[in-house]
C-alpha cells in the first residue's frame, strides 16, 4: 500500500514538473517580417516618421531580418552619414562664406563630429557581446550633436542652418541606434 501510494507521488512529481517546464518555455513566437521589425523599431524613438524614412532609405537596414542585422546596418548607416555631415562642416569651416565670428565654434563642431562616428564605431563592436554598454554609447554619439549646437549658443551666436539640420540628423540616428540596441536587450523572437 504505502510503495504503490509512493508510486503514485512520483507520477504525480513527474507529471508537474513536466507541465511546469512546458508553461516556462512556451514556443517561440513567429519570426518577424522586416517591415514589422523597422515599425517596432520606430515605435520606440518618439520620432517614427523620420525614423522609417531612414531605415527604408537604405537596402541594408530596410531588409534586416533580425534586430541584431539591423542594429549592425543602422550603425553602418549612422557612422558614414556622421563621417558625411563631418566632411560638411569641415568644408563650411573653410568656406569664404562663413562669418570669421563662426569659424571657431564650427572648428569644434567638427571634433564632436569625430566622437559621434568613434561613439557609434565602438558600438558596433559592442552588439553581441554587451548590448547594454552599445545602447549607451550611442547616446553619446547623439549627447556631441547637444555639444556642437551650444558652442554657439553660449557665446550667442545663431547656430547655421546647414549645422542645425545635421544636429538634427545626428539627433535621429542616435534615437534609431538607441532602439535597435534597446531591442537588443529584448526577448524580441
Ligand atoms: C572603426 O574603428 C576601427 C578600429 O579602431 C577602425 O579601423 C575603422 O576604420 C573605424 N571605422 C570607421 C568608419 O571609422
Redesign the pocket.
Known sequence: MAASLNGLMILVIVFLCLSLQSASSPAPAPAPSPYNLLEFTCDKTNDYPVCMKILKSNPQTASASNPLDLARAALNLA?ADT?IAREQITVLSRSQKTQPGLRKPIERCIQWYDSA?REF?VSTRELVEDPMSANYDVGVAGIQAYYCENGFVSAQLQVPAEIASLNEKLWSFSRIASAVTDTLQQDYS
Open positions: 557612422m563621417s562616428v564605431n
